[in-house]
């Protein structure tokens, strides 16, 4: 199988801040993560100022105001702040990665060179967004919240009618809520949507700690996306849904060893590290009493113990009623040659 894509969702998780910015980038690239992900937009571009925060929002933040512009405004990257993280993500040898919302915002990253695009949950719906991505983009990841198959069909027929091919869309199953209950998740869908579009599938997380997207990878994410954050209890809106940093250790951890314990050909037949075991743990025919020569055995005669070097216990049909051609022992290992022809 091929190396599952891990991006690590910092998002928002700054909080405006460069240096927890940067402290994020540190505890991503400390984790073995492939992408460290961030997100670029223009609050006035995303929200009418009448637009309410979403009530995940507003508990996670808990303020007197209840308007997402205000929020927003305050979590914006600046040019200055982009440029920055890009260069900081090179120093750590974590690739940088960021989320836009709006067509300008595309064309932005597309400047700074990014060719791997990854589109939010609310956008699989903004037909001027996706047209765009399909203009720019190398490699698509396209997640999937609060959306049903039709429409996610619908978003990857609008790219296929602009020239983007589906073997360069990977899609994310997703629930938009933070964080999602764990009977909401609903991981089946993930296989769902790979089998109803042939399409190459992953999942993004919004669930409380590492086990769904541990289990999304043995059932064949090919990308998982986690949000992550230096500290749960810090303000704002995507906090509380978040791994801490030795939890994103661990679910890195995780995944490798999924990915490794996935790797082999599919064949049941015994590892190389396991062979040899195969004669101190299987069993052969001993003798279970003392006999004379000449002696037909009966099943009274015979018991299986480990080692397994002698005859197998599968051929103890055989074994009964053979006659001995020598005195046995009691514990003895039964050998053919024991064994008149």
């Not at 989320?99 to 990014?114: I, M, N, P, R």
Request: glycine share 8%.
């Amino acid at each position: 199988m091929r190396k599952v894509l891990i991006i690590a969702e910092a998002g928002v998780n700054h909080n405006g801040d460069m240096e927890k910015a940067r402290q994020l980038i540190d505890v991503a690239a400390d984790s073995g993560a492939d992408y460290v992900k961030f997100q670029s937009f223009k609050a006035s571009k995303l929200v009418s100022k009448k637009a309410k925060r979403a009530e995940y929002q507003q508990n996670n933040i808990g303020d007197e105001k209840d308007d997402q512009l205000s929020m927003l405004e305050a979590l914006e990257l600046s040019d200055e702040d982009h440029l920055m993280l890009v260069d900081y993500c090179k120093s750590k040898s974590i690739e940088f990665l960021s989320t836009a919302f709006d067509e300008d915002g595309l064309t932005y990253l597309y400047k700074l060179g990014l060719r791997l695009f990854k589109s939010p949950s609310g956008e699989i719906t903004n037909y001027p967004y996706l047209r765009k991505m399909s203009q720019l983009a190398d490699q698509l990841i396209l997640s999937t919240g609060m959306a049903d198959l039709e429409e996610i069909g619908d978003a990857l027929e609008l790219l296929s009618s602009y020239g983007f091919k589906k073997e360069k869309i990977t899609v994310l199953h997703c629930n938009t809520d933070y964080p999602t209950a764990m009977n909401d998740v609903n991981l089946r869908a993930m296989n769902s949507i790979g089998e109803h579009f042939g399409v190459s599938i992953g999942y993004s997380d919004h669930t409380l700690g590492i086990e769904v997207p541990i289990a999304a990878v043995a059932m064949g994410a090919t990308v998982i996306e986690k949000h992550f954050t230096l500290d749960r209890d810090l303000p704002g809106p995507d906090h509380r849904a978040s791994l801490e940093p030795d939890e994103l250790v661990a679910m890195v951890r995780g995944i490798r060893n999924i990915e490794s314990a996935l790797s082999g050909s599919g064949l049941k037949e015994p590892s190389e590290s396991e062979k040899k075991n195969k004669l101190v743990a299987r069993r052969s025919i001993h003798m279970a009493v003392d006999v004379p020569v000449g002696t037909v055995l009966s099943e009274e005669h015979l018991i299986t113990l480990r080692p397994g070097n002698g005859i197998s216990p599968m051929k103890w049909p055989e074994i009964v009623g053979r006659k001995t051609c020598g005195n046995l022992i009691q514990g003895d290992i039964l050998q053919l040659d024991d064994l008149v022809d």
